[in-house]
């Protein structure tokens, strides 16, 4: 039997069996232990001192960056030098020799490139070699200067009423590229792009023409006239003859600005602010994903630093601040403004100019949990971004908007998308953001916490800023852009003017890409 086996054991036998007895006492003392570790270490890392937090996951600005356009202008014209490295950049008509001879650097140049061993996976790795054309001041230094002396005048306004010099600074995105490109490479921080001094070294070639200045601060004629001069200029060089433009970047960030003589170079890579479906602002065929780039405004708002973020007490749940009436797809603002009006915890204003308006626009967006951003004359505007650096969740009712680096950052993460035929049923917004579970918000606003540095453009340019994520996007269509110079060099003219690919975006058809 079981007990006299036991009985008849030695004594250790016996000191086993009391080990035994014991055992599930121990077990479930261990158990509890471990229980009770685990339930701190989950709270620890749900408490707001926990390591998922604005403060950590905020990136403070860089001291030595100036993010101030008009700061960053005054130090860059102060020590601007008459004299410029020597390159390449030619004045007068090129002839059909000349243009040869450049054709065949390149080649020599591409083929060391290619097999001498200098990049193995030329071209799909950094750096990029940009060729800065050295253009005469009137497109350049003189309109900066222009800007400069002018730019404490608020009272100049458009005719939608917008101050001229604050849009200049939204659409400042030329001299931020610019000024970073022409820098002394030891003081550039970005080293995935890097300048070169001859033409056929080049990668793409970037072109330093304010077009957006130019508009709003010369006089309607004087404007037109320097537009044809520039495009005359830049036509001439032998870069763009052989590529007719394809591998050419132009800054075009506002919609008016080089609009007379933009289709003439139609083939270039545009900067923009957005892709306009209505053909008020862009023909089609102009403008499309796959050659051009979304650009972000530069914010009108200060940045709300990890102590603001930390601070802030959100109590309104929807904030708008701005135009309440808009043209084209902006026309959904006035019916927004009827549906929302007088609801609670949500605050509706008619934007006003100056320092007074942007504050209030500062303080609104700080305060609240969603901001609306509705479209405008365009399907964008720099309320977006004014509310993303202000660590307020995006609420986008814009239906054909496209967003800046989209192949890069996931907006998903930090804004809410919503359909503009959903918003027009009463009550149905404001429900569907209280819907929102908490846990969802506290994410996205911590995503905003980390996104806020990819919209803050820069001088010195930083490292995953705007300026360098353009020159990421752009490098993803290198390879598509040489197959196409190459493409035009041998393809009789109007050999197929039907394109085969699949074209998705609306805007372009099988007869509107340029590939020929």
């Not at 820098?183 to 033409?199: D, T």
């Amino acid at each position: 039997m079981a007990g006299r086996h036991h009985s008849a054991s030695t004594s250790a036998s016996s000191s086993g069996g009391v080990k035994s007895r014991r055992s599930p006492f121990l077990y479930f003392s261990i158990s509890l232990l471990l229980l009770s570790l685990l339930f701190y270490i989950f709270t620890s890392l749900s408490s707001p001192s926990s390591t998922v937090s604005h403060d950590t996951l905020y990136v403070a600005p860089n001291p030595i960056a100036d993010y101030s356009f008009v700061s960053s202008l005054q130090k860059f014209l102060d020590n601007s030098k008459s004299s410029t490295p020597p390159d390449d950049t030619v004045s007068g008509n090129v002839t059909e020799q000349q243009l040869k001879i450049f054709d065949d650097l390149v080649a020599l140049n591409e083929e060391k490139r290619l097999y001498g061993g200098e990049n193995r996976f030329y071209p799909l790795s950094p750096p990029l070699k940009v060729y800065v054309y050295d253009m005469p001041s009137k497109f350049t230094y003189d309109l900066l200067r222009l800007f400069q002396s002018t730019y404490k005048d608020t009272t100049t306004l458009t005719s939608n009423g917008s101050p001229v010099h604050r849009l200049i600074e939204q659409h400042s995105v030329d001299y931020w590229l610019w000024a970073d490109l022409i820098a002394p490479e030891s003081e550039r921080l970005l080293k995935n792009v890097v300048r070169v001094h001859k033409q056929e070294e080049a990668d793409l070639f970037y072109i330093p023409f304010f077009t957006t200045i130019s508009f709003f601060l010369l006089e309607k004629q004087q404007c037109k006239a320097l537009y044809r001069e520039a495009l005359k200029w830049v036509t001439e060089q032998p870069a763009w003859k052989r590529s007719e433009g394809r591998d050419h970047i132009l800054p075009v960030h506002h919609p008016w600005s080089f609009k007379s003589v933009r289709k003439f170079m139609k083939n270039a890579i545009w900067l923009l602010p957005d892709m306009d479906s209505t053909g008020n602002w862009y023909k089609p065929g102009q403008v499309y994903l796959e050659k051009d780039v979304i650009l972000p405004y530069v914010p009108n708002v200060d940045v709300c630093d990890s102590k603001c973020l930390s601070d802030a007490k959100r109590t309104t749940l929807l904030f708008f601040r701005g135009r309440l009436k808009r043209n084209a797809g902006g026309k959904i603002r006035a019916k927004l403004v009827t549906e929302l009006t007088g609801a609670n915890d949500v605050i509706i204003e008619e934007g006003t100019a100056g320092e007074g308006g942007k504050a209030a626009a500062q303080i609104g967006m700080q305060k609240s949990t969603f901001c609306l951003n509705p479209a405008g004359d365009t399907p964008s505007s720099a309320r977006l971004f004014d509310a993303i650096v202000s660590g307020c969740i995006p609420v986008i009712v814009s239906d054909e908007l496209e967003l800046p680096f989209e192949g890069i950052l996931d907006y998903r993460k930090i804004a809410v998308f919503v359909d503009s035929s959903d918003v027009m049923q009463p009550g149905w917004l404001l429900s569907f953001l209280r819907s929102i579970p908490s846990t969802q918000i506290t994410e996205m606003q911590i995503n905003l916490a980390k996104y806020s540095k990819h919209f803050l453009y820069a001088h010195p340019a930083l490292p995953m800023g705007p300026e360098d994520l353009v020159w990421r996007m752009i490098a993803g269509k290198l390879l598509n852009i040489k197959l196409h110079v190459r493409r035009s060099q041998r393809v009789v003219k109007g050999s197929r003017s039907l394109c085969t690919c699949d074209c998705r975006h609306p805007n372009i058809t099988s007869s509107t890409i340029p590939f020929s």
